[in-house]
């Protein structure tokens, strides 16, 4: 395990929603856990009036983010951890002169002896990163001749592959890219990194991991909430940018990479880049057209309750055209995976919330057991990102009785069942890494300039090609009907419940 430095935390956009509601709690478990370093202090800076007491008021004594835990903590061990906790305000403006926040760095630096290791946290729209990072650099914040320097920034990196590029030259003036940690909270959770232990470290499914054995690959992203409060950001992204590009085309990478030489993160990201590249681009209208379906909620009623159609929302276009449901299939242009279909849906206002991996495996070419049934009763293996996560292989076994007829039956893991574990939280997780200087489940910049390049054109086709089609479907259901025409043949989608046992074809909506 990684030794923590000393170092301070400093978090541009600190009087903002996330600071509150992720951050901060992430590193008070890290606290409660032990894993901060003895010398370990935050800085909040945002453009607020508030005091260091102010600050820690808002984000740890009145938070209902850390109410619970308040609550049940000693008094003692609550002031300790809020007395780490100091507040800059910035004036009117981030883009101003720094060497306000620069002192008052070097004077806290000083006195806890953080030894001169710095991370910014930009949790700020993009259109500041490269403000910030300038402003940082004219005091010579990104210097390493003393203690590191890191800067993490956050999700969306870019509204396009040009203005990603954009992003990252911006960054790269004032820093280099070993000290950028893009961050995608979807990496923090156990069973994306799963993902890589379950393929390399098992020799029942690695030498399996190709087009010989795998018929296709489905994942399914599925929110049973709609847009919420989010409507005039969402109305401007839509679900092909809010959640493909970056969360689900990610663990696609780890799917597809091929076996890194060693776990070091550079080896795995360089693999992740590899395997993002060879994913077929789609360019032409009628592949687009065949290839790729969007949708949007209507209004519906669930358990007898009006729920808004997308376009009621707030903040939302009457005529919007935005996707709430993007269903993608395509081919990843390699050897070990040539000719495999890979299918990927993302939408809002799903019977449930559930992200998973399905890997379905050919069938046997000699069919001993004949069976009338045995449309969708492949082998398949899922692995559940959320909830209820875990790994579940469903294979055949024989029904008791006369004769051979099979059924499918589960051998599945829980992370619940790891009572003794503290599994760490997304942001818990992320936060220690880039503390430690670990920037494996970090995107570097070719990583994501690659996953634009794959989203670009289809982006560019449903905003500006002809006769595209936004379809319709109830708040509720599984999306439009077109969506299970996508998969060849008469698989269909596994249409998930809340648990990962559920079998498909049902599902209790709340």
Same mark, same amino acid.
């Given at each position: 395990?990684?030794?923590?430095?000393?170092?301070?935390?400093?978090?541009?956009?600190?009087?903002?929603?996330?600071?509150?509601?992720?951050?901060?709690?992430?590193?008070?478990?890290?606290?409660?856990?032990?894993?901060? #370093?003895?010398?370990?202090?935050?800085?909040?800076?945002?453009?607020?009036?508030?005091?260091?007491?102010?600050?820690?008021?808002?984000?740890?004594?009145?938070?209902?983010?850390?109410?619970?835990?308040?609550?049940?903590?000693?008094?003692?061990?609550?002031?300790?951890? /809020?007395?780490?906790?100091?507040?800059?305000?910035?004036?009117?403006?981030?883009? !101003?002169?720094?060497?306000?926040?620069?002192?008052?760095?070097?004077?806290?630096?000083?006195?806890?002896?953080?030894?001169?290791?710095? *991370?910014?946290?930009?949790? !700020? #729209?993009?259109?500041?990163?490269?403000?910030?990072?300038?402003?940082?650099?004219?005091?010579?914040?990104?210097?390493?001749?003393?203690?590191?320097?890191?800067?993490?920034?956050?999700?969306?990196?870019?509204?396009?592959?040009?203005?990603?590029?954009?992003?990252?030259?911006?960054?790269?003036?004032?820093?280099?890219?070993?000290?950028?940690? =893009?961050?995608?909270?979807?990496?923090?959770?156990?069973?994306?990194?799963?993902?890589?232990?379950?393929?390399?470290?098992?020799?029942?499914?690695?030498?399996?991991?190709?087009?010989?054995?795998?018929?296709?690959?489905?994942?399914?992203?599925?929110?049973?909430?709609?847009?919420?409060?989010?409507?005039?950001?969402?109305?401007?992204?839509?679900?092909? =940018?809010?959640?493909?590009?970056?969360?689900?085309?990610?663990?696609?990478?780890?799917?597809?990479?091929? $076996?890194?030489?060693?776990? /070091?993160?550079?080896?795995?990201?360089?693999?992740?880049?590899?395997?993002?590249? /060879?994913?077929?681009?789609?360019?032409?209208?009628?592949?687009?057209?065949?290839?790729?379906?969007?949708?949007?909620?209507?209004?519906?009623?669930?358990?007898?309750?009006?729920?808004?159609?997308? =376009?009621?929302?707030?903040?939302?276009?009457?005529?919007?055209?935005?996707?709430?449901?993007?269903?993608?299939?395509?081919?990843?242009?390699?050897?070990?995976?040539? &000719?495999?279909?890979?299918?990927? =849906?993302?939408?809002?206002?799903?019977?449930?919330?559930?992200?998973?991996?399905?890997?379905?495996?050919?069938?046997?070419?000699?069919?001993?057991?004949?069976?009338?049934?045995?449309?969708?009763? &492949?082998?398949?293996?899922? *692995?559940?990102?959320?909830?209820?996560?875990?790994?579940?292989?469903?294979?055949?076994?024989?029904?008791?009785?006369?004769?051979?007829?099979?059924?499918?039956?589960?051998?599945?893991?829980?992370? /619940?069942?790891?009572?003794?574990?503290?599994?760490?939280?997304?942001?818990?997780?992320?936060?220690?890494?880039?503390?430690?200087?670990?920037?494996?489940?970090?995107?570097?910049?070719?990583?994501?300039?690659?996953?634009?390049?794959?989203?670009?054109?289809?982006?560019?086709?449903?905003?500006?090609? !002809?006769?595209?089609?936004?379809?319709?479907?109830?708040?509720?259901?599984?999306?439009?009907?077109?969506?299970?025409?996508?998969?060849?043949?008469?698989?269909?989608?596994?249409? $998930?419940?809340?648990?990962?046992?559920?079998? #498909?074809?049902?599902?209790?909506?709340?």
């Amino acid at each position: 395990m990684n030794k923590t430095a000393n170092q301070m935390l400093v978090i541009f956009g600190a009087s903002g929603d996330l600071t509150a509601r992720k951050l901060v709690p992430a590193i008070f478990n890290l606290y409660k856990g032990k894993h901060l #370093p003895e010398n370990f202090i935050v800085l909040g800076a945002s453009r607020s009036n508030m005091s260091d007491e102010e600050f820690r008021q808002k984000v740890v004594h009145e938070s209902s983010y850390l109410k619970d835990r308040v609550k049940a903590g000693h008094e003692d061990f609550i002031k300790a951890f /809020s007395d780490k906790l100091f507040y800059e305000d910035l004036g009117q403006e981030y883009d !101003t002169d720094y060497s306000s926040i620069s002192k008052r760095i070097k004077a806290l630096n000083e006195k806890y002896n953080t030894e001169d290791n710095f *991370i910014f946290y930009f949790s !700020t #729209p993009p259109n500041l990163y490269e403000v910030i990072a300038k402003n940082l650099s004219d005091q010579g914040l990104n210097d390493e001749t003393k203690g590191w320097k890191r800067l993490i920034v956050e999700k969306p990196f870019g509204y396009s592959l040009d203005t990603a590029k954009e992003l990252n030259k911006g960054l790269q003036k004032y820093f280099n890219e070993s000290q950028i940690y =893009r961050i995608d909270h979807y990496l923090g959770k156990e069973t994306v990194q799963n993902l890589l232990v379950t393929r390399f470290s098992n020799s029942i499914f690695e030498p399996l991991w190709n087009r010989n054995y795998i018929h296709h690959v489905e994942i399914t992203n599925a929110e049973s909430v709609g847009v919420e409060k989010r409507g005039g950001y969402y109305d401007k992204s839509g679900a092909l =940018r809010d959640m493909f590009q970056n969360h689900l085309l990610q663990i696609i990478s780890f799917i597809v990479m091929e $076996p890194p030489i060693d776990a /070091s993160a550079e080896e795995i990201r360089n693999e992740k880049v590899k395997a993002l590249k /060879s994913l077929r681009i789609m360019k032409n209208k009628k592949t687009l057209e065949k290839n790729t379906i969007r949708g949007q909620y209507l209004a519906s009623e669930i358990d007898g309750k009006h729920v808004k159609g997308y =376009r009621e929302e707030d903040d939302v276009h009457p005529q919007s055209m935005t996707e709430t449901y993007a269903a993608i299939k395509f081919y990843v242009d390699n050897w070990r995976w040539k &000719d495999v279909p890979f299918y990927v =849906r993302t939408a809002k206002r799903m019977p449930t919330k559930v992200t998973e991996v399905v890997i379905h495996f050919e069938s046997p070419h000699h069919q001993i057991f004949k069976n009338s049934d045995m449309n969708n009763k &492949d082998n398949k293996l899922i *692995i559940r990102i959320q909830p209820d996560e875990g790994i579940m292989i469903k294979f055949g076994v024989k029904v008791p009785g006369q004769g051979f007829k099979v059924e499918r039956a589960n051998l599945d893991f829980y992370y /619940s069942s790891l009572s003794e574990i503290n599994v760490m939280e997304a942001y818990e997780r992320l936060l220690l890494d880039a503390m430690q200087g670990d920037a494996t489940l970090y995107a570097r910049a070719d990583e994501v300039e690659a996953a634009w390049s794959f989203v670009d054109p289809i982006l560019n086709y449903w905003e500006k090609g !002809t006769d595209v089609r936004t379809y319709g479907y109830s708040a509720g259901v599984w999306g439009p009907k077109n969506g299970d025409d996508l998969i060849e043949g008469s698989m269909g989608w596994r249409n $998930p419940g809340e648990h990962m046992a559920d079998d #498909p074809g049902f599902c209790v909506i709340s």
